[in-house]
């Protein structure tokens, strides 16, 4: 629930009504947490099947089914291993995971307009984060207002409607990297397209960064030839270099 500074409010949402034990234990939860006593109220929503939903003003806490499961997801996601057989893993997945109690910052969708999609509530959002919407489309975070944030879709806009939810990655856009990536031929998010699998990322690297320092660099030692004499006796020019050449208009 959106409040004003310095004030919190909790809102939690379920199919069923909670009991009082269960509110106790949720008031409970929000002092501990909060260090404070927030004002707990509840409302019904139909479309929670099991599991409440929790939102302390930009916090929110998941416990329901679907986000139980996505959790799970993430923490498979996070996996990583050189080998194909993914049954070990999978293995550990399932002893070692456990339900978090972390808030996630979830936002909504208010409107559409082509591949741009305005969103409200990500208070924290930052310009150049990743988001991820509700039908698995992402978007990046491309203008911060005061009532909240543009993102352009990584995605078909049919696919994303106004009410949807939209989850902070915490990510600046990037791209993964790795000697896995020569010769296939992948998307703009770095997802392979060519039908020949996953790759495996050795690094993820954000898009906007600083070049690389003079001495960080390989030397230019081997010259480059243009073809034209003029150009390779008046600017000779080294493979990997820079050079901007001008000329008046009409010489070609």
Not at 62 to 91: A, C, H, K
Request: glycine share 12%; charged share 25%.
């Amino acid at each position: 629930m959106r409040t004003t500074r310095g004030s919190l409010k909790a809102e939690l949402r379920s199919a069923v009504k909670p009991t009082e034990e269960q509110l106790r234990r949720f008031e409970k939860f929000l002092a501990d947490k909060y260090k404070r006593k927030i004002p707990l109220q509840w409302e019904e929503d139909p479309a929670l099947k099991q599991g409440f939903r929790l939102q302390v003003g930009a916090d929110m806490y998941d416990w329901t089914l679907q986000g139980r499961v996505r959790q799970f997801r993430d923490y498979v996601r996070g996996l990583e291993s050189g080998s194909n057989d993914i049954l070990p893993l999978m293995r550990q997945a399932v002893e070692d995971w456990t339900v978090a109690v972390a808030p996630e910052e979830i936002g909504e969708v208010t409107a559409v307009d082509g591949e741009i999609a305005s969103v409200k509530g990500l208070d924290h959002a930052q310009y150049g984060e990743i988001l991820l919407f509700s039908s698995g489309v992402k978007g990046m975070v491309q203008d911060l207002r005061r009532d909240g944030v543009s993102c352009i879709l990584f995605g078909s806009g049919e696919e994303v409607s106004a009410g949807s939810m939209v989850r902070r990655t915490l990510k600046t856009a990037g791209m993964p990297v790795g000697e896995g990536f020569l010769g296939r031929v992948v998307n703009a998010l770095g997802v392979p397209v060519d039908g020949k699998g996953k790759i495996i990322a050795e690094a993820y690297r954000p898009i906007e960064t600083p070049a690389p320092g003079i001495l960080d660099r390989q030397p230019v030692n081997t010259p480059m030839e243009t073809g034209l004499l003029a150009i390779d006796s008046m600017f000779p020019i080294g493979r990997g270099q820079r050079e901007l050449i001008i000329g008046d208009r009409q010489t070609g």
